[in-house]
């Protein structure tokens, strides 16, 4: 495209080369579609190459509409029906490429994420799909057979528009609101938004207790809201990280009551019990080095656990300990906000499209996929799981 031309007339444009916005256009462009994808960053794909450590974890085996946050939790079964794991798992492996389980059905590459973005564009091309990147659309106008975009690179003319421009999360990879203004423009709502699968940071006293245990990592149940997530924590110097408090973050705002299991393979009393029966003389701080990790042991000493010799406690005070070592409060200020957030909470309102195609029930031809829709995934593959079914769903009919 060049500014100036006649108007680039298309069957489907899309905005956003992410995810969602790759797998619509292969899709479309395999039905014959004339498609034109547009991405404003410099490349296309960009979080998928930064996902899973570089190796993108692209899917997870046991994804259901459990593990999705939205105002409407049955929106997102009828992408996730029609469009499964197993279907993208097959198209990996028609490329050639090596993947391993980790656990709980999480997919990884073996090798780089860029395969994933590279077996994409590959698929985009075969499918005669035309991508233009640096590229960033200025006005987007309804007219009497579809959509005019005004862009950097000219006019474009589209029967069908699809929005898969991402949400607010890492900004520094380009991340915008522009997808939620243009649902606005249009006359969809847009429910409130806010950072998902983000660390929580401590502040005052909270930040003091634990800021020098940066580092230090463990097993924990972390618990709010009805929630609970079984995963690894991680103390920071800012306050705390690690998969158990990502997971627990999407449910978890300022002031709500957050506990953390610190031994959630055991019995705290029985432990306590148990090590007081091998180690009398031992002090408490000790005994609790030998289950958890020493200078988290020490703390706890220091902030609520009085260390006696294990002979002075009575079964009754094993118990109080047991229920605090089960129940440990942690009172959070914040969290790290959308620079380091894996995904945003909220979103286009799911009321106003249809679950099965994705295109608003207002606007014929204008369709929402991905992240900018108020599904929001678990960590683990299933937001990326959310972007292929929901770019298909849309991909169909477009």
Known sequence: MSPGMDALRVDVAIIGGGAAGL????VAGLRGRRVLLIEHAERVGKKILMSGGGRCNFTNTGTSAANFISANPHFCKSALARYTP????????????????????????????RQIVRM??????????RVETRCSVVRVQQHDRGFALTT???????????VASGGLSIPRMGATGFGYALARQFGLAVRPTRAGLAPLTLSGTHQQNYHDLSG????????????RF?????????????????????????????????????????????????HPDAELRSVLAELLPRRLAQRLCELALPSLPMRQYRGAELRVFAAQ?????????????YRTAEVTLGGVDTDALSSSTMESREVPGLYFIGEVVDVSGHLGGYNFQWAWSSAHAAGMVA
């Open 152 to 162: 950097t690179l000219g006019e474009v003319r589209a029967q069908a528009l699809v």
């Open 86 to 113: 197993q279907d993208f798992i097959a198209l990996v492996d028609k490329h050639g490429i090596a993947w391993h389980e980790k656990e709980l059905g999480q997919l990884f590459c073996n090798d780089s994420s």
């Open 23 to 26: 797998m619509c256009a292969r």
């Open 230 to 278: 079984r995963a690894g924590l991680l103390i920071t110097h800012r306050g705390i990280s690690g998969p158990a408090i990502l997971q627990i973050s999407s449910y978890w705002q300022p002031g709500d009551d957050l506990r953390l299991n610190l031994l959630p393979d055991d019995d705290a009393f029985d432990a306590l019990r148990a090590q007081q029966r091998a």
């Open 325 to 337: 070592l089960q129940a440990w409060p942690l009172v959070a200020s914040g969290s790290e906000g």
């Open 216 to 227: 230090v990592a463990l097993p924990v149940e972390a618990r709010c809201n009805g929630q």
């Open 120 to 129: 994409l564009l590959d698929e985009c091309a075969a499918a005669g799909v």
